[in-house]
């Protein structure tokens, strides 16, 4: 009489399955540790897979490639900042007021966080087939369930202030304001960083200034509002 092997199986399944995302979410924490240490641009697999204590192909065995690497880090800086946003979205009592509280806790968390700014933007400027070959379907939904909500906060937010006449824009342009507001707000935040604006001291002769992040903070604030009642 034969004996059935299948539940040993699955139990060697399930273990590497457990061993296999205890390792990615290894290599993750690694790559946020770097990105926050020194900054996206300086982070490299190499010195990721030295911090696990893995070689190289390793990394790419669990990841398709560093896109799909730096785009499941940034989740991690998402969860983060939905749990900013939704604490003061939550003690605000207004839909004006609502507004100006994630605005602001958004740009509180990039300026806390500039490796966030930088991730968020590098995978920004990568047009949407490439990150589509690049990134595999499960961590191309992770990343656009991160984002989304996030953006989920903002445009309630937004809707409600229509339905409340506080705000003067259709409803069902909530959602298209919100992903303005965040690409708007990354562009913002690099200004921030850097601090310097570009002017005219006189006609044709450029000259560069000062900036201060509570201007970009302010200003940002002020154009979400514009914006919602145009």
Same mark, same amino acid.
């Given at each position: 009489?034969?004996?059935? &092997?299948?539940?040993?199986?699955?139990?060697?399944? #399930?273990? @590497?399955? +457990?061993?296999?995302? *205890? /390792?990615?979410?290894? =290599?993750?924490a690694a790559t &946020?540790?770097?990105?926050?240490?020194?900054?996206? #641009?300086? @982070?490299? +697999?190499?010195?990721? *897979? /030295?911090?696990?204590? =893995?070689?190289?192909?390793?990394?790419?065995?669990?990841?398709?490639?560093?896109?799909?690497?730096?785009?499941?880090?940034?989740?991690?800086?998402?969860?983060?900042?939905?749990?900013?946003?939704?604490?003061?979205?939550?003690?605000?009592?207004?839909?004006?007021?609502?507004?100006?509280?994630?605005?602001?806790?958004?740009?509180?968390?990039?300026?806390?966080?500039?490796?966030?700014?930088?991730?968020?933007?590098?995978?920004?400027?990568?047009?949407?087939?490439?990150?589509?070959?690049?990134?595999?379907?499960?961590?191309?939904f992770r990343l656009?369930?991160?984002?989304?909500?996030?953006?989920?906060?903002?445009?309630?937010?937004?809707?409600?202030?229509?339905?409340?006449?506080?705000?003067?824009?259709?409803?069902?342009?909530?959602?298209?304001?919100?992903?303005?507001?965040?690409?708007?707000?990354?562009?913002?935040?690099?200004?921030?960083?850097?601090?310097?604006?570009?002017?005219?001291?006189?006609?044709?002769?450029?000259?560069?200034?000062?900036?201060?992040?509570?201007?970009?903070?302010?200003?940002?604030?002020?154009?979400?509002?514009?914006?919602?009642?145009?």
């Open positions: 009489m034969s004996t059935t &092997r299948a539940p040993e199986t699955d139990g060697r399944r #399930r273990a @590497a399955a +457990i061993r296999r995302r *205890a /390792r990615e979410a290894d =290599i993750i &946020r540790t770097l990105f926050d240490e020194r900054g996206v #641009r300086d @982070a490299q +697999i190499e010195d990721i *897979a /030295r911090a696990v204590g =893995i070689n190289r192909a390793i990394v790419y065995r669990h990841f398709t490639g560093k896109e799909e690497l730096f785009a499941l880090t940034l989740v991690g800086y998402l969860d983060e900042l939905r749990e900013a946003i939704v604490l003061v979205d939550e003690a605000a009592p207004t839909p004006t007021e609502r507004l100006q509280a994630i605005v602001g806790a958004f740009v509180d968390y990039g300026l806390a966080h500039p490796a966030f700014v930088d991730c968020a933007q590098a995978l920004m400027r990568r047009p949407g087939p490439e990150l589509l070959d690049e990134i595999s379907e499960s961590a191309l656009g369930r991160g984002i989304s909500s996030c953006l989920v906060v903002l445009s309630n937010a937004i809707e409600a202030g229509v339905e409340s006449g506080d705000f003067t824009i259709a409803s069902d342009d909530a959602t298209v304001l919100a992903n303005i507001l965040y690409a708007m707000g990354l562009g913002a935040l690099q200004l921030a960083r850097v601090g310097i604006l570009v002017k005219e001291a006189a006609p044709g002769i450029p000259t560069v200034g000062v900036i201060s992040s509570e201007q970009v903070r302010s200003h940002l604030v002020a154009s979400a509002l514009g914006l919602v009642t145009r």
